[in-house]
């Protein structure tokens, strides 16, 4: 099978380089620009898209665990990103809740456990961060709002 | 409608309101990148008066099928028309306002064009060099200055309620975790924890009420390359409110590339404090700050899900709504986590 990753690296970088400067002054040169540029994270995001996912349903099943709870949550049936994405959601709608109930209390088990929970979501927002390509004349379209 | 049919149309329409004006026509007409949350075009209109020809440089701001913030354009028209010609803000003047689509398929309005500046993107904030002393000045001076607008007989005011001092805290949190909970399309804990760590240790009340710009951010002025802000943009999210929202959300670190030392990535925090002081008659506030300051991630984290969920529905194909949706939640998710899980004895 092909190289996903390499293929939308490839072809994110031909539309920043390439494809972009040639319509420059006109609206959809931006288009290129801001597509090429999430292209190539696109890339370097498939590769780890899976171990993510299976990582953060590691952590938010450990969480339940340690809250002793269960939790009747399915586990994926396969390692497709859709199937472990609705696993992961679920989950942490989960963790939401469980959250909710450790604010509620003011002993010291409640707040270790609420403390695993953030130290969970500090580690997980570290992980999805994207590292976005530098391509210094392509980000000027990359202002939001 | 196409470009040329809109140059068509809008002359037509033009002429109609500019008094005394007759063979009205539209000589260029760009799109221009003036934000997604508006379909922005600047337009040169040629026409002629009783003093001769003339060629005025205009901005059509017009509502497309969806946009990152779910606005009304006659509020950010009550805006610019609030603050122009006060206190030495440089914003441009608003001439019409359509709020029906029977003109030009939708909702718009036009302001004068500004003839001179650039806007700074906020990811390349070096570009400012060597002016960025000078450029900080101003952005902290004219964001004092607009929390030192007049509220009372403001054409904001007649537009839109103006909230007790104490609850301005309460009405956007309110209104930012309904957009969170209202288009996420998937669940967002780190959001949920940051609104309730909100909601059980509110700010104090707001010192005075003020005209908050509601986006004030590199990026939403324009420079003119020499040291000098011409223009400040993008009033859609105006509202009467705590000028602390503004001063927090112009120095959220997302704007600045995370540059902690100077504020807005531009003034260092002691000398941007006190002009912003000077210039809204406020007194700086570190516990206010700190709340108003966590909030403007968690309003971020509100506009970056609309923005995915317009994308992702398709309402809204501009590929900065996929990127708003990825990076800059990530960004903002981050930045909550990192400041919250601490306070929760997390990672400390």
């Known amino acids: 099978m092909s190289d996903i990753g390499m293929i939308l690296d490839r072809v994110g970088r031909k539309l920043v380089t390439d494809v972009a400067p040639k319509l420059e002054g006109d609206y959809s040169g931006g288009h290129a620009a801001m597509g090429g540029i999430m292209a190539v994270m696109a890339g370097e995001a498939w590769d780890g898209a899976a171990d993510r996912l299976v990582n953060e349903i590691k952590g938010l099943r450990d969480l339940i665990e340690l809250a002793g709870k269960d939790v009747a949550v399915e586990k994926s049936a396969s390692f497709k990103l859709t199937d472990l994405k609705r696993e992961r959601d679920e989950l942490a709608r989960y963790i939401v809740a469980l959250q909710m109930s450790l604010e509620q209390r003011d002993d010291d088990e409640a707040k270790a456990l609420n403390a695993k929970i953030w130290l969970h979501f500090m580690n997980t927002a570290l992980l999805r961060m994207p590292s976005p390509p530098d391509f210094p004349d392509a980000e000027e379209d990359a202002d939001p709002a | ?348």
């Open chain 2, 1 to 348: 409608m196409l470009e040329s049919e809109l140059a068509t149309t809008f002359a037509a329409y033009a002429e109609a309101r500019l008094p005394g004006a007759k063979n009205a026509r539209v000589d260029s007409i760009n799109r221009i990148h003036g934000g997604a949350s508006r379909q922005t075009y600047s337009i040169d209109l040629a026409y002629e008066d009783a003093t001769g020809p003339k060629v005025k440089g205009l901005i059509l701001r017009r509502d497309p099928p969806d946009s990152l913030i779910d606005t009304e354009r006659r509020v950010e028209f009550a805006a610019i028309k609030s603050a122009f010609g006060q206190r030495g803000i440089p914003v441009p003047e608003a001439l019409f306002l359509e709020t029906g689509n029977e003109a030009l398929g939708a909702p718009f309005f036009v302001m004068g064009r500004i003839e001179s500046g650039d806007p700074l993107n906020p990811f390349k904030l070096d570009d400012v060099e060597p002016h960025r002393a000078a450029i900080g000045e101003q952005f902290f001076r004219h964001l004092g200055s607009i929390a030192a607008l007049p509220v009372d007989g403001s054409a904001l005011a007649d537009e839109i309620d103006t909230p007790a001092a104490d609850q301005c805290w309460r009405r956007e949190l309110d209104y930012w975790a309904n957009e969170i909970r209202s288009n996420a399309l998937s669940p967002q804990p780190v959001a949920e924890a940051a609104i309730r760590h909100l909601e059980r240790n509110p700010p104090p009340p707001a010192q005075r009420l003020s005209i908050v710009h509601g986006d004030y951010r590199t990026g939403n002025y324009l420079q003119d390359g020499a040291g000098k802000i011409t223009a400040i943009l993008d009033w859609e999210m105006a509202h009467i409110g705590d000028p602390y929202e503004d001063l927090a959300w112009a120095t959220d670190l997302l704007w600045c590339a995370n540059d902690q030392e100077r504020a807005a990535g531009l003034v260092p925090w002691p000398e941007a404090i006190a002009i912003w002081q000077e210039a809204s008659g406020c007194t700086f506030d570190p516990a206010a700050f700190e709340w108003w300051s966590l909030f403007a991630h968690v309003k971020a984290l509100g506009i970056w899900v609309t923005s995915e969920k317009a994308f992702a529905n398709g309402d809204n194909d501009d590929p900065i709504l996929a990127w708003s949706g990825w990076f800059t939640h990530a960004a903002h998710e981050l930045m909550l986590a990192m400041r919250l899980g601490p306070k929760y004895g997390a990672g400390g």
